[in-house]
């Protein structure tokens, strides 16, 4: 199909199912065991209803909006999605040419395809970029990576702490991983027969602990965020830690199969964090299953600063490369739009719990 004939986002991954390379559609939609959290991240979103006001000036509506300092033209993001190659020879850095175009925020994942160099080099203007973060078990790698990040210009560190060990995403482990062209880290032999997660993640290290952040802090002057929060417990704790935010993330599904949905957790954490008066210490993004511009709002009225997408993007740049990707940020912009028209918001600072009807929510 024509790219002009994509009217959402479900469009983008039914047309990639079809087309893909096996390999590629494996890894891509894959996730853990039975692929129940997946489902749920984006079904939760279905058990949020709206509560729209009336008889409000919605003639202009202004999507932008600041993360983490940075000034940008709406709530989402490009999350953090290894192996971009797979899916399109030019990889990732067709998610940078997007996202400047778009004016939102790329985060550049450790196991890119292109390497880091390369996408910072793609960087257009005052364009601004993130760091995601897996921590190698030898922290001199580590270490040389995030100053390396902070030394070429990144505004973040999305340290990921949901994945100890990879999860066991079946799809993928069934197709025998055969890209040499990622980014793989020195020194750690690659074990191919079990899909393409597994065979780069081995140098990840599993006794990462809340005794490490004073360290990340001691290294750097970016802003630290932790991608892969799942409990108001541990937004708590990552507030006492001295950490600048937290991801609200199950990693799309492909970690903990029956981790909560991000939009949940949000849910959960947001008047946690009113009554004791944090809610402006730390910034708290949440990603996983979204599809619709709706979600996005959902999420902003919730108490969101910002929304990551990942699948979606990976869709479309593997069928129609850049034009692919901008055509997803611009329908979720025109999705967005008019739904915030029709909820009678003009601005994102508009956006407040009282707009939904999240009863629902917690009944599974
Ligand atoms: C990911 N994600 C991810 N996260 C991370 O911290 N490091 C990584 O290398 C990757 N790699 C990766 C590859 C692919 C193919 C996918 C789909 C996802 C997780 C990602 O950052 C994010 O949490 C989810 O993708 C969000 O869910 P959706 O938008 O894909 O539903």
Known sequence: PL???????????????RTMKKAAWGYYSSAADDEITLRENHSAYHRIWF???ILVDVTNIDLSTTMLGTKVDAPFYVTATALGKLGHPEGEVL???????????????????CSFDELVDARQGDQVQWLQLYVNKDRDITKRIVQTAERRGCKGLFITVDAPQL?????????????????VQKGHKTDNSQGAARAISSFIDPSLSWADIPWFRSITKMPIILKGVQRVEDVLRAVEAGVQGVVLSNHGGRQLDFARSGIEI????????????????????????????????????????????????????STYGQAGVERVMQLLKDEMEMNMRLIGCAKIADLHPGLLDTRGLFVH
């Open 167 to 183: 999860g066991r995403r079946e799809k993928d482990m069934r197709l025998k991983f055969t890209d040499s062209g990622s980014n």
């Open 51 to 53: 509560r729209p006001q």
């Open 3 to 17: 790219l002009s004939e994509c009217f959402n986002l479900h469009d983008f991954e039914a047309i990639a199912r």
């Open 95 to 113: 998610l940078t040419r997007a996202a400047h175009n778009h004016n939102v925020i790329q985060m550049i994942p450790t196991l890119a395809s």
């Open 266 to 317: 949000l849910a959960e954490t947001m008047p946690v964090l009113r009554q004791h008066g944090l809610d402006k210490k730390i910034d708290v993004f949440v990603d996983g299953g979204v599809r619709r511009g709706t979600d996005i709002i959902k999420a902003m009225c919730l108490g969101a600063k910002g929304v990551g997408i990942g699948r979606p993007f990976l869709y479309a740049m």
